[in-house]
């Protein structure tokens, strides 16, 4: 004979429109969601390895369904503005964390629903997250960056709000087979990354989702722009002619540096940054073809010849380029660099295995 609790359980699932079907087993309730995914709680002993899939007569159902809010407001007298900020729920970290184990499961499948009903959905960025965005980057100290730096050591994904404001990231990836727009599309992986969110900190909302989404590798990575400002400003002399040449742009982190200090810059790729990331950031653009005075080379942090970029000091003054810590000898042989600068490249290396940045300054 099943518990009581474990019976009426059974009802109050059976009552809701995101279960089709729950059997009863020996030491286990299983649940068929009409989304097509099927999982086993357990309530007598427990499961050898996921223990949120535990549950007691305190993890029922109390309070569903619950209320989903949303992230973003929007303009009342615009039906179109109304119907597309609707697309971005929103549920706060307090109502998760009194919402039993149960409810979080319910909660996970009626948003999984809910993005796959709607399909790719942009982060919505409001212009005061990017002013906030730029203003944590200009007013940072240099102390931000000690030793050695560390790539996303810091609370703030720094550039986040400027480059989600301004580009479309959807197809942006790091790995082929990994872009953004997958991860709203991919039953499994919507699901996935939700049971995340539910476990993490966080409120739940699209915001988070790509949070998550980057922290699984997903979509488009980028360096924090205030490496850049800290490195152009304490190792070169820099004024508002100073022309930095980019090889590498990526997503625009440089590009903010350079907004940042004030100075001119030179993409030397046929991506243009967006003009309106360029008239917030109030950036001189400078045409390829002309002198620049600083040239950065670091190939998104990925492995490559140095001899390749130490080769441009013939035609720029000033060189700042990556190399991988394998590599540091290479460029050394190549021509001694007047600074090397550590830096952690990816969360897992430890302090005793960094990177390098090293600058090439005029005699």
């Given at each position: ?88 729920f ?11 184990i ?57 550039g ?5 404001k ?6 942006y ?92 810059y ?84 430890g302090?005793?295995r ?10």
């Amino acid at each position: 004979m099943h518990p009581v609790w474990v019976r009426q359980l059974q009802t109050k699932l059976l009552d809701t429109d995101i279960v089709s079907r729950v059997r009863v087993y020996g030491n286990r309730i299983r649940i068929h969601y009409r989304d097509g995914f099927t999982r086993s709680y357990y309530y007598k002993g427990s499961h050898p390895t996921k223990k949120f899939l535990n549950i007691t007569k305190d993890d029922t159902i109390k309070n569903w369904p619950i209320e989903i809010k949303y992230e973003h407001e929007w303009d009342p007298f615009d039906e179109s503005n109304k119907l597309e900020m609707m697309k971005y729920f929103h549920v706060p970290r307090k109502t998760v964390d009194e919402m039993t184990i149960i409810e979080r499961e319910l909660l996970s499948h009626v948003l999984l629903e809910w993005i796959l009903k709607n399909g790719y959905i942009r982060c919505h960025v409001r212009d005061d997250q990017v002013d906030a965005d730029l203003e944590r980057i200009s007013t940072s100290q240099d102390t931000f960056v000690k030793k050695t730096f560390a790539l996303r050591k810091s609370k703030y994904h720094h550039g986040r709000a400027v480059i989600e404001k301004y580009h479309e990231t959807a197809f942006y990836d790091r790995d082929p087979e990994r872009p953004l727009i997958n991860a709203f599309s991919h039953k499994r992986l919507i699901f996935y990354i939700m049971q995340r969110l539910m476990l993490s900190k966080w409120d739940i909302n699209i915001s988070n989702y790509y949070r998550m989404l980057y922290r699984y590798r997903f979509g488009p990575t980028w360096t924090s722009p205030i490496l850049y400002k800290v490195l152009l400003k304490q190792m070169f002399d820099i004024d508002e002619n100073t022309v930095v040449a980019d090889r590498h742009p990526n997503m625009g982190e440089k590009a903010i540096s350079c907004g940042i200090l004030g100075c001119k810059y030179m993409p030397l790729r046929k991506k243009p940054i967006p003009p309106e990331m360029v008239h917030k950031l109030g950036l001189q653009i400078v045409k390829p073809g002309k002198k620049s005075d600083i040239l950065i080379w670091d190939n998104r942090f990925k492995d490559f010849d140095p001899e390749i970029a130490i080769e441009w000091l013939k035609i720029t003054e000033n060189l700042l380029v990556f190399v991988k810590r394998d590599r540091l000898k290479q460029a050394r042989k190549i021509r001694q660099p007047d600074r090397i600068f550590k830096i952690r490249t990816s969360i897992g290396a430890g302090p005793d295995r960094p990177d390098y940045f090293l600058i090439y300054r005029k005699s």
